[in-house]
């Protein structure tokens, strides 16, 4: 494997998947909107490349090899892209999943106008979240990081109506000011240590400045995490997730599955394990805080997902919980704990693309779109239904749905901290997930429809007139994200699977 590094440099190697996406935008922006066929094979052909290309590095990076590219950027910051174990995890769930979400988008707008912008503004997408894994250093994580917020405001209002307008305002209002508390964080700590490169156990000059000015780290700790606790979707910065549910289903998979939550949460990976380190944080007294509001998030979005009818809404509650899952991990202070949080990072997009995957399938055959409306759904979309309960399962942590793995990982890390208290926090976050997802569940296999599924308005009747039970390219990714979420579950320990690769970063975070 280390043929590739011979073959292709650690610059070009670094910015090819970068330039696979991005140019794939620039070519999907220009062809027409009747070219169908040009525009599905330019993202489909570019997905697959850029996700073998992301395979061909595991070995190559968790062999040792880091492959780079610099330029200077301002004086004494460089603009740095890296690729190291912590990157791929989170660049590989985002290729994979702009893969089998382009598919499933390509069946979503299937006659609908104005596709050629949304599949542009989606490998922008795409490119900022690989630019924020692949930032070595803070300023160029901040970049992409907003690049992310400018490119993702056309998706959620893309259908251009008033409540569309709505949501597409309250998610610029909250992600442009979290993205001004982490400018004030950086350019704060930038002045006083100069430029941050991430290092797994922190950075030496922070750790000095920390036992220098322990008052002046806290305070720049705290402007970083509240930034990143806008898209990380934490208590009380959460409110522009569950309204953001207007927007097409594939945004709504890609927004909690594989990009906006995602980028939060990896944010706050690299500021406490990266740039301040375990120890430093834990003897400035951040950590203790930030796993109390995890934990309280963890239980505050499953409460409010108990109560909601509407099925996406549901959903974004349950990401509200299950992304604050991540963040308790990595707050624990354990390498048990922290490899658990990180293996979730990709558990928990494989499990939440499917349900969303599977919601925007009853609402587009059937027209169905709340909980009390899924009544006898088993008979008539068996497959849709059977990779719902697959996440469902995998949410509320039935073995051996990849949920199970990454929350008993949890849970031996609670068990192996100063912070106990947490093992009952993962109990009744379980009982809770039981309360909102079995009901469905048991509606869809085992309750009688009180009325025909059949006729719903505004659903086309090609939806209807077909030999599956619905249009293949938007039941296949369903169906194949629930079969991967079964198998990493099961094939856990197996080398390259998500908690082997959240382990082997762990190690380098608790040496």
Not at 60 to 84: H, K, M, N, S, Y
Not at 263 to 269: K, M
Not at 333 to 339: D, K, L, R
Request: with cysteine; hydrophobic share 55%; glycine share 10%.
């Amino acid at each position: 494997m280390t043929d590739l590094v011979d073959l292709m440099p650690g610059s070009l190697l670094v910015l090819a998947p970068l330039a696979i996406s991005l140019l794939t935008a620039v070519a999907v922006f220009l062809i027409p909107e009747g070219g169908v066929r040009s525009r599905s094979t330019v993202n489909l052909g570019a997905a697959v490349a850029k996700l073998g290309l992301i395979a061909l590095m595991v070995p190559v990076v968790v062999g040792g090899a880091r492959p780079e590219w610099r330029t200077a950027l301002l004086p004494g910051i460089d603009f740095v892209l890296r690729i190291e174990p912590l990157s791929l995890l989170f660049a590989g769930l985002s290729s994979l999943l702009w893969l089998l979400t382009t598919v499933y988008a390509i069946g979503y707008l299937e006659d609908r106008p104005h596709r050629s912008r949304f599949f542009g503004f989606f490998a922008l997408c795409v490119t900022a979240t690989v630019g924020i894994a692949f930032s070595g250093n803070l300023v160029t994580f901040l970049l992409f990081y907003e690049l992310l917020t400018l490119v993702t405001y056309p998706l959620v209002v893309h259908n251009g109506t008033a409540a569309a307008r709505r949501s597409g305002r309250l998610y610029m209002l909250y992600t442009l000011g979290g993205g001004l508390s982490l400018l004030t964080g950086i350019v704060w700590l930038s002045a006083l240590v100069g430029d941050v490169e991430f290092t797994p156990g922190g950075v030496e000059a922070v750790g000095a400045l920390a036992t220098d000015s322990p008052a002046t780290a806290v305070a720049i700790f705290a402007l970083m995490v509240a930034g990143l606790g806008v898209k990380a979707a934490l208590f009380p910065l959460h409110g522009w997730l569950p309204r953001a549910m207007v927007a097409p289903a594939p945004v709504s998979a890609l927004l909690h599955a594989v990009a906006v939550v995602k980028a939060g949460v990896f944010g706050l990976v690299r500021v406490i394990d990266d740039v301040y380190g375990v120890a430093v944080a834990s003897a400035l007294g951040v950590l203790t805080p930030l796993l109390v509001l995890a934990s309280f998030t963890v239980l505050y979005g499953s409460v409010r997902a108990l109560f909601q009818d509407d099925l996406k809404k549901r959903l974004a509650y349950s990401t509200v919980s299950q992304v604050s899952y991540i963040t308790l991990g990595i707050t624990l202070v354990t390498a048990v704990g922290t490899a658990g949080g990180l293996a979730h990072l990709v558990h928990q997009g494989l499990m939440k693309i499917t349900l969303f995957f599977c919601a925007g399938l009853f609402a587009e055959v059937l027209g169905i779109k709340t909980v009390s409306a899924l009544a006898g759904l088993g008979r008539r979309m068996p497959w849709t239904c059977a990779a719902f309960t697959v996440g469902a399962f995998g949410m509320i942590g039935v073995p051996p749905v990849a949920g199970f793995i990454s929350k008993w990982e949890l849970g031996l890390g609670a068990l192996d901290s100063e912070n106990q208290w947490v093992i009952w926090v993962l109990v009744a976050s379980a009982v809770l997930n039981s309360a909102y997802f079995l009901p469905p569940v048991v509606a869809m296999w085992f309750r009688r429809a009180e009325e025909s599924h059949e006729g719903s308005p505004g659903v086309p009747d090609r939806r209807r007139r077909r030999r599956l039970e619905a249009p293949a390219a938007l039941l296949a990714p369903a169906v194949i994200t629930a079969g991967l979420s079964l198998a990493v579950g099961i094939v856990a320990a197996a080398p390259y699977a998500p908690l082997a690769m959240a382990t082997f970063i762990a190690r380098g975070v608790f040496p």
